[in-house]
């Protein structure tokens, strides 16, 4: 018997798709700039977030976190430390976070009370890549300690981000860090990726983030895309 | 490795399209999986074997379509695939751009029904 072809033509994370879109108007409606970190494990998401938590809320914005990890509340812990609302998301033994596990976790917060929403993702530079999570913008960690070429060997991820921050540049020297070839492999999956170097522990390179953040904010407002 | 919850909606989508289609055996499952999607075609058939048992889809074969990424060049004015996937620059002329027109597709595209 000759099989019967059925065609389908569904995006197999139509539903994720789908709550993104849904997170994104809500975003959009409150002002609310959302920002997706993204990077392997041990890249130095949470010490610059802290800083910049905490640099935000010094200059009178209204930054909030959501932050993802397999276990532990460690890394809410340590970014509560700047006093502004923080929440984490166990996703016990998931990769990545999904755009239901960011609206469940969004209960009972004002949105309209937040200028800047960090989405600090589970330490993945696979996963993470196709679940799309309603943010305005997707930021790729690279710490100096990887290696220069981790954008050649996860390209998918690399292409995907609005933003590359080089993190960690305080270690560069020991590493013995080719920063141009960095930059050049950045750049080789992601023409023209505007890429911010920076130190959680020294503070270098964080005004240049600061300043970047709040030009793409202002952009959302006025556009509802940071770009 | 999120290939096992890409292939449980797999299971799901095509499930559905059975039920709509008045139900029958399903023999192959194709898919569309884009180099940038960050899904691997392997581990994605190992896991789907998983998925489909004790399901309406048990039996079936999951054949995955590898979609390679294809630029738009802003100089050609046209659509061609970059010599590799870690240099997104124009075979032709050499432009790099970030106008990524394939490639990071995930999407069930059919389903075989005896």
Redesign the interface.
């Known amino acids: 018997?000759t099989?019967?072809?059925?065609?389908?033509?569904?995006?197999?994370?139509?539903?994720n798709d789908e709550l993104a879109a849904e997170l994104r108007a809500r975003f959009r409606a409150a002002g609310v700039f959302t920002v997706n970190l993204v990077s392997s494990p041990g890249a130095g998401k949470t010490l610059l977030l802290e800083r910049t938590l905490a640099a935000l809320a010094d200059e009178g914005a209204r930054p909030a976190a959501l932050v993802g990890d397999p276990e532990t509340d460690n890394d809410a812990r340590r970014l509560a430390r700047s006093g502004v609302p923080v929440r984490q998301i166990q996703t016990h033994g998931?990769?990545?976070l999904e755009a239901a596990m960011v609206g469940n976790n969004l209960a009972q917060w004002d949105l309209a009370g937040f200028d800047y929403l960090f989405i600090e993702n589970v330490g993945n530079l696979?996963?993470?890549?196709?679940y799309d999570l309603g943010e305005a913008l997707r930021v790729v960690f690279l710490a100096v300690t990887e290696g220069e070429d981790k954008?050649?060997k996860y390209?998918?991820?690399f292409?995907?981000a609005d933003a590359a921050v080089v993190s960690k540049c305080d270690l560069a020297a020991a590493c013995e860090f080719d920063r141009d070839a960095a930059r050049t492999?950045l750049?080789?999956?992601?023409?023209?990726?505007p890429i911010l170097e920076t130190s959680g522990k020294t503070g270098t390179g964080m005004s240049e983030w600061l300043a970047y953040l709040r030009d793409r904010r202002r952009a959302f407002l006025e556009s509802g895309k940071a770009w | 490795m999120h290939e096992l919850s890409i292939a449980r909606n797999v299971v799901e989508i095509a499930t559905e399209a059975l039920r709509d289609a008045g139900g029958g055996t399903v023999s192959v499952v194709r898919v569309r999986v884009g180099v940038l999607a960050g899904v691997a075609p392997e581990a994605l058939t190992f896991c789907y074997e998983i998925a489909i048992r004790g399901t309406p889809l048990e039996g079936s074969q999951l054949l995955v379509e590898v979609a390679p990424v294809v630029l738009h060049c802003p100089t050609c004015d046209r659509d061609a695939q970059p010599p590799d996937i870690c240099h997104l620059e124009c075979p032709v002329c050499g432009t790099a751009t970030a106008d990524v027109r394939g490639g990071r597709e995930l999407e069930v595209e059919s389903i075989e029904v005896i």
Do not use: F
């Not at chain 1, 019967?4 to 197999?12: F, N, Q, S, T």
């Open positions: 018997m099989p019967r072809i059925l065609e389908v033509r569904k995006g197999v994370l139509k539903k998931v990769c990545h696979v996963c993470t890549t196709s954008p050649l390209p998918g991820l292409n995907s492999n750049h080789a999956v992601r023409p023209g990726l």
